[in-house]
C-alpha cells in the first residue's frame, strides 16, 4: 500500500492536473477576454499550481516558503475557484472575501503556536479549505430554482465531498495523530485524504465547464422557444408545452385565446414601432397576472393564448375579465400620445370541449370570434354547438359595431360596463 500510495507522486499528478486546468482554461480566456469567470479560473488554477509545486518541495526549501506560502497560495487558489462560482451564478466576484483565507494564514503563520503545532496549522487548513468548498457548493445549489441545469446536483456534491474531505483531515489529525513528521512515514489516512482531494478538484473543474455548456444549450433552447419581441412562448413550445400538460391533466383546464382589438389600425395611425410596444407592453402585464403553472404564448401576429390547469369554464372566464379589465386600462405612450388598447377574450375549457389542444383551441377560437362579433373589448365563453360560421354572418352584418375605426366611442354593454 505504501508503494502504490506515495505522497510525493500524489502531489507531483496533483500540480500537473492543476497545471493541464490552467493551459486549458487560459486558452478559452485567449479566445474570451472579456469573460470574468475564465480570467479567475486561469488565476485560480495557477495559483494552485504554484501552491502545489511550493508545498510539494517542503524538503528542499525554507518552512516559510513551503508551508506558508505554499500552502497560503493554496488558499488563494481555492477561495478564487469560490468566486468564480460566484461570477458563474452572475454575481460580481468579491476578491477580498477570496483571499481573506490567505490572509488569516499569513496572520497566524509566525506565531508561536502555529510554529510549533502541526495540528493547529491543518486544523486552520481544514477549516478554512472545507469552508471555500462549502461556500462553493451552496452557490450552484441555489442557482437550481433560477436556471435548473441537469448537473447543479452532481457539481454541489463533488464541492460538499470536497469540504467532507478536509473536514476529515482535521478530525484524523486529532483522531490518529498528525498528517506527517519530519522523522516518520505518512499516514495511510491522509495519503487517502490528498488522493481524494485530487480527484474531487479535476471533478469540480469538469462539473463547472459542463454546467457551463448546460448553460449555453439551455439558453440556445430559450431562445428558440421564445418570441423574439415579446419574450413569452412561440406557438410551437406552447403546442409542446399545452399538449404535455393537457396529456397529464385529469382536472378541467381552461384556455384563453386573446386578440387585441384593431391592432392593425394602431399599426397604420402610428407606425410599427408603436405597434410593437403595444405588444411588448401587452405580453408583459398579461405575463405579471401568470401562475408559475400558468403557460403564456404569442401564437400570431396579435394574438395570444393562455393554458390554465386546474380551471373550468367558469373560472377560465373570471380570469379572462379581470385580465380584460387590466388591459382596459393599458395606455401607451407614443411620441407624446395616448394609445389605447383593448382585447377580446375567447375562453373555453375541457370540461365542455375535448380534452386535447386542437379541439380547445377551436372551441376557443369560435368564443373569440363571438366577442370580436359582439363589439370586441369583452370575454366571451365557448358554447357547445355555436357555429363559427354564424359568427361571422353577425361579424359581416354589424360592421360598425364589430370593426368600428380606431378611437371610435365604445361600445357600452347592457350593464353599463365598456
Given at each position: 500500500m505504501d508503494q502504490l500510495l506515495h505522497l510525493p507522486t500524489i502531489f507531483v499528478f496533483h500540480a500537473c492536473s492543476t497545471l493541464i486546468s490552467a493551459l486549458?482554461?487560459?486558452?478559452?480566456?485567449?479566445?474570451?477576454?472579456?469573460?470574468v469567470l475564465l480570467g479567475i479560473?486561469?488565476?485560480?488554477?495557477?495559483?494552485g499550481f504554484v501552491g502545489t509545486i511550493l508545498h510539494a518541495m517542503r524538503g528542499a526549501l525554507p518552512f516559510p516558503v513551503s508551508s506558508g506560502l505554499g500552502l497560503g497560495a493554496s488558499m488563494l487558489a481555492m477561495g478564487l475557484f469560490w468566486q468564480a462560482i460566484v461570477v458563474f451564478e452572475g454575481k460580481r466576484p468579491r476578491y477580498l472575501h477570496a483571499a481573506a483565507g490567505a490572509i488569516i494564514w499569513a496572520c497566524l503563520f509566525f506565531t508561536p503556536l502555529f510554529q510549533s503545532s502541526i495540528n493547529v496549522r491543518t486544523t486552520v487548513l481544514g477549516l478554512i479549505m472545507g469552508t471555500y468548498s462549502l461556500l462553493g457548493a451552496l452557490e450552484i445549489w441555489r442557482g437550481r430554482l433560477r436556471e435548473p441545469l441537469p448537473s447543479r446536483k452532481l457539481a454541489a456534491g463533488v464541492h460538499c465531498a470536497r469540504a467532507v474531505v478536509w473536514y476529515l483531515v482535521l478530525v484524523g489529525t486529532f483522531a490518529f495523530g498528525p498528517v506527517y513528521t519530519d522523522q516518520g512515514p505518512y499516514p495511510t489516512w491522509f495519503v487517502l485524504a490528498s488522493l481524494a482531494q485530487t480527484l474531487l478538484i479535476i471533478l469540480s473543474v469538469i462539473t463547472l465547464m459542463i454546467l457551463a455548456l448546460e448553460r449555453d444549450e439551455r439558453r440556445s433552447r430559450l431562445v428558440s422557444e421564445r418570441d423574439p419581441l415579446t419574450n413569452v412562448r412561440n406557438r410551437?413550445?406552447?403546442v409542446a408545452e399545452a399538449e404535455a400538460m393537457l396529456s397529464r391533466q385529469s382536472a378541467p383546464a381552461a384556455l384563453l385565446l386573446f386578440d387585441i382589438d384593431h391592432f392593425k389600425q394602431i399599426n397604420d395611425t402610428y407606425g410599427h414601432a408603436a405597434g410593437d410596444?403595444?405588444?411588448?407592453?401587452?405580453?408583459?402585464?398579461?405575463?405579471?397576472r401568470m401562475q408559475s403553472d400558468w403557460l403564456l404564448a404569442r401564437i400570431g401576429g396579435e394574438e395570444f393564448a393562455c393554458l390554465i390547469p386546474n380551471a373550468g369554464i367558469s373560472e377560465g372566464a373570471d380570469i379572462?375579465?379581470?385580465?380584460?379589465?387590466?388591459?382596459?386600462?393599458?395606455?401607451?405612450?407614443?411620441?407624446g400620445r395616448s394609445v389605447l388598447v383593448t382585447v377580446?377574450?375567447?375562453?373555453a375549457a375541457t370540461d365542455e370541449a375535448a380534452p386535447s389542444l386542437d379541439p380547445l383551441l377551436a372551441a376557443?377560437?369560435?368564443?373569440?370570434?363571438?366577442a370580436k362579433a359582439d363589439g370586441?373589448?369583452?370575454?366571451?365563453?365557448?358554447?357547445?354547438?355555436?357555429?363559427?360560421?354564424?359568427?361571422?354572418?353577425?361579424d359581416h352584418a354589424q360592421p360598425n359595431a364589430a370593426n368600428q375605426p380606431l378611437g371610435h366611442k365604445r361600445v357600452t354593454r347592457a350593464d353599463g360596463r365598456n
Open positions: 486549458l482554461v487560459g486558452t478559452l480566456w485567449r479566445r474570451r477576454r472579456d469573460s479560473l486561469t488565476f485560480a488554477a495557477t495559483v410551437r413550445s406552447f410596444k403595444v405588444l411588448m407592453e401587452f405580453s408583459a402585464l398579461l405575463e405579471g379572462a375579465e379581470a385580465m380584460r379589465r387590466a388591459v382596459e386600462r393599458l395606455h401607451t405612450a407614443v411620441d377580446s377574450i375567447g375562453v376557443a377560437d369560435v368564443a373569440l370570434y363571438q370586441r373589448n369583452r370575454v366571451r365563453r365557448h358554447v357547445p354547438g355555436f357555429a363559427r360560421r354564424t359568427m361571422l354572418a353577425k
